[in-house]
Every structure is written in C-alpha cells, then in structure tokens.
C-alpha cells in the first residue's frame, strides 16, 4: 500500500519530529535542528543542510552522529 503523506505533511509536524529526537537524544536533535526539509521521494525524506561551516566536524563525530541516527531508527 502506497503511503499518502506528503512533504507538506511532514512540514506541518516537524516541531513534533524535533521534539522526540530532542527527548532521545540531543547530539542528533542539534544536527536536524537547522535542517531544511528539501524532499520527501519514495519514502525518503531528503534534508537540506546548507550550511556547511556549522556542520563540519570530524570523522570521528561524523562516525558517531551517524551511530547515534541509526539507534534511533
């Protein structure tokens, strides 16, 4: 069954999104905190982190965000 949620409805519920991942945890929460919601295709939702500067960090932070994403899935 094809889902029926749009980017729209995504948008409208993003603080709720926001709110959960802060309740979890905040070193992910502070990632997708500036993240623009750029697309949502196939089930994907695609985000815009456009400012590049704010979000370098190392590899190892990188490793980690990324660990910390995936525990919450």
């Known amino acids: 069954m094809a889902s029926s949620i749009t980017l729209n409805d995504i948008r409208n519920r993003w603080n709720e999104v926001l709110d959960l991942l802060e309740s979890r945890d905040r070193i992910v929460w ?3 905190f500036d993240a623009r919601l750029a697309a949502f295709e196939n089930g994907r939702l695609i985000l815009d982190f456009s400012d590049a500067n704010k979000l370098a960090r190392s590899e190892e932070h990188t490793s980690e ?5 995936n525990d919450l899935v």
């Open 65 to 69: 965000l990324q660990s910390r994403e």
């Open 30 to 32: 502070i990632a997708y």
